[in-house]
């Protein structure tokens, strides 16, 4: 196992082909697509796999979601009833569709409209459960490219997914959590030859209880998996205090000594730098998904503004925040601005001629005729996100070859460098960084 930090890419739509086009292997380990994504869009995303892009990539079967509100996986939609057409609330179609070909427990969950429960589940259907969900991820690309005569002869040539997940639902009770062991362990004696990994999906607040992280540790390793997907619920590097720092910090250590591979599913800097200490790798979206939710299952229904990120202190921010620091750190001309705050190839390329270019990462336009307020232009969301995509290479180079302490030192640098501003750009979570992982 390579112990250089993973970045695995999350792609949340086909929108987001562009970026992972262009950087490819350049800055991600392997991309993950959601089953939902496959579904809704299966011949572009057999295409970009299968052809298009070189990448090792997951699918994630997504099966939590059927054990959560099912409302998430509705919306509205239009249909013909009795000759009339009305709109309807209904499950979305490529939900339906992932239903069908994961099998009977998640048919009937939709067609009964009950979230999948742990006690359904016994030795045979957690058997035709994992069997179905390793097919599906094994599978579904090749049976895209069949379909269609044009691409018939390359299904063959198709790269199986670099590893098979379990099925995993919601942990959030003792039963739940044999379930999520029950499922990890009956995936590994069906699939033999991918690595088998696991999703384990629990409230933030688990990462304080400490008879939780000790049973995780006891029992995920007797499961046989190759590796666990850590997914925290709402857990957020910057928010979090140290308490809750250092033991997901211990958490992942501990895994990774009993032999795991160890992934953050939503992860930002601090988790890459955990790599130190045993983390595979991490994964998020093109410029979000570093923290998530579980229980909402669809992002923000408007795309929310890309803030600049800031490299020195690893976060996001405004625009607006950024430039009133410009005074303080002595950038008065682009070339300062390069060397105190980014100098990647698309700062280079955006600011040339004068410092307030930078504003362009923040430009805003009125997108329609009918819009009342102003929103970020697609062209400066883009530049924010090849921006930050640029830096996050530098990040995973610099944490590869820098030990723990130097990679403090940093983190201690940037706080002294921008300490004087604290008022305009708020980083205490760089102190408990810094401490948590002391
Ligand atoms: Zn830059």
């Avoid at 490819?24 to 993950?32: E, L, P």
């Avoid at 045979?124 to 599906?136: D, H, L, P, S």
């Avoid at 997901?248 to 601090?270: D, E, M, T």
């Avoid at 640029?390 to 070859?401: A, L, V, Y």
């Amino acid at each position: 196992m390579s112990n250089k930090p993973q970045l695995i890419i999350r792609m949340g739509s086909h929108a987001e082909k562009e970026y992972i086009m262009k950087l490819n292997h350049k800055v991600f380990d392997g991309i993950v697509i959601g089953a939902n994504v496959v579904e809704a869009t299966a011949g572009a995303t057999a295409s970009l796999i299968g052809k298009k892009l070189n990448l090792p990539y997951y699918i994630d079967p997504m099966t939590y979601v059927f054990g959560c509100d099912l409302d998430g996986i509705k919306s509205e939609q239009k249909k013909m009833i009795q000759g009339k057409k009305k709109t309807v609330r209904d499950y979305k179609r490529s939900y339906l569709g992932l239903a069908d070909e994961l099998g009977y427990v998640f048919v009937n969950a939709l067609k009964t409209d009950t979230c999948i429960q742990p006690d359904i589940f016994n030795p045979a259907t957690i058997k035709r459960t994992c069997q179905n969900v390793i097919e599906y991820q094994r599978n579904r690309i090749v049976e895209e490219f069949k379909k269609d005569e044009e691409y018939e002869e390359y299904a063959d040539a198709i790269k199986p997914p670099a590893g098979i997940f379990s099925p995993y639902f919601y942990v959030n009770n003792r039963r739940s959590f044999e379930l999520f062991l029950e499922l990890a362990h009956a995936t590994t004696i069906i699939e033999t030859n991918l690595p088998v990994y696991s999703v384990l999906c629990a409230d933030v607040n688990s990462l304080n209880d400490e008879s939780f992280i000790e049973k995780v540790l006891e029992e995920v390793p007797k499961t046989g998996i190759y590796g666990v997907w850590l997914w925290f619920s709402k857990f957020d590097e910057f928010e979090s205090n140290m308490k809750t720092l250092r033991n997901f910090k211990n958490l992942v250590h501990g895994l990774s000594k009993n032999g795991l591979a160890v992934f953050n599913r939503h992860g930002g800097y601090f988790s890459m730098v955990l790599n130190k200490l045993g983390m595979t790798g991490i994964s998020h979206g093109i410029g979000y998904g570093e923290k998530k939710d579980v229980f909402q299952i669809e992002g923000p229904p408007n795309a929310p503004v890309v803030q600049y990120y800031l490299p020195d202190l690893f976060k996001r921010f405004g625009i607006d925040n950024i430039e009133r620091c410009f005074d303080e750190l002595g950038v008065t001309k682009p070339q300062h601005f390069h060397n105190s705050i980014c100098d990647c190839v698309i700062c280079k390329g955006v600011i040339k001629n004068n410092i307030s270019e930078f504003r362009e990462f923040g430009e805003t336009h009125y997108a329609r005729l009918e819009s009342k307020r102003e929103t970020q232009t697609p062209a400066a969301a883009k530049r924010s996100r090849f921006h930050f995509l640029m830096n996050r290479i530098k990040e995973k180079n610099f944490i590869n070859k820098s030990n723990l302490k130097e990679i403090i030192e940093k983190m201690q640098e940037s706080q002294e460098k921008w300490e004087d501003l604290d008022s305009v750009i708020h980083f205490n979570y760089l102190d408990n960084w810094i401490n948590s992982l002391n």
